[in-house]
């Protein structure tokens, strides 16, 4: 069992940020960052298995799209808005929305499938989501590293700060006692 972060990067290290970034994508990067911050896994490793398992999986879902068709998006109802949205996307910006849908949150998903049900020529696709993904990997990982240092330079003070709650918590509670047992003498001469 796989108690710790530590544990699953060491265990399985760019292979789970490879599936993490076909399940989600930021978070997956972000903690193979943090890992490689860490020593736990380089921080190419990282870059390379986000940029191949984001390639795949958005060509994946391009193919599925292309082989089954605009009927089978009409049939998720719950995907009919972003779809509108990718379309109105589409129409107005065309290229730059094939290499900028990673960064679409809650769309990144629905494109790859709508571009492969519109006829996208496959190699267009490819080189387009490529750059996109190259881009969207550099910028998350550039976010990450630097994300990561603050997340360390917090941790290595959280002892004093620490402390500080320790004193603020033990002063307060000897207020508290101080504050209740000069009632409770009040009280008690009346």
């Known amino acids: 069992m796989i108690e710790t972060l530590q544990g699953l990067i060491a265990d399985f290290g760019a292979f789970a940020v490879a599936i993490g970034c076909l399940l989600e994508g930021e978070t997956a990067i972000l903690l193979g960052v943090f890992g490689a911050h860490r020593g736990w896994l380089s921080l190419e490793s990282v870059v390379v298995a986000a940029t191949i398992a984001t390639i795949i999986g958005d060509n994946l879902c391009f193919h599925i799209g292309r082989r089954m068709g605009r009927p089978a998006l009409d049939r ?22 094939m290499i900028g849908f990673r960064f679409l ?19 267009r696709f490819f080189l387009l989501a490529m750059i996109g993904t190259l881009l969207w990997v550099g910028t998350v990982t550039f976010v990450g590293v630097h994300l990561a240092g603050a997340i360390e330079h917090a941790l290595a003070h959280i002892h004093d700060v620490e402390k500080i709650l320790a004193a603020v918590v033990l002063i307060g509670a000897g207020l508290g006692l101080a504050v209740y047992w000069m009632r409770r003498n009040v009280t008690a001469q009346r």
């Open 76 to 97: 998720r109802p719950g995907w009919q808005p972003k779809i509108a949205r990718v379309e109105r996307l589409l129409e107005s910006y065309g290229a730059p929305v």
């Open 105 to 123: 949150y809650g769309l990144r998903y629905v494109t790859p499938f709508l571009l492969g049900s519109l006829g996208v020529s496959p190699l």
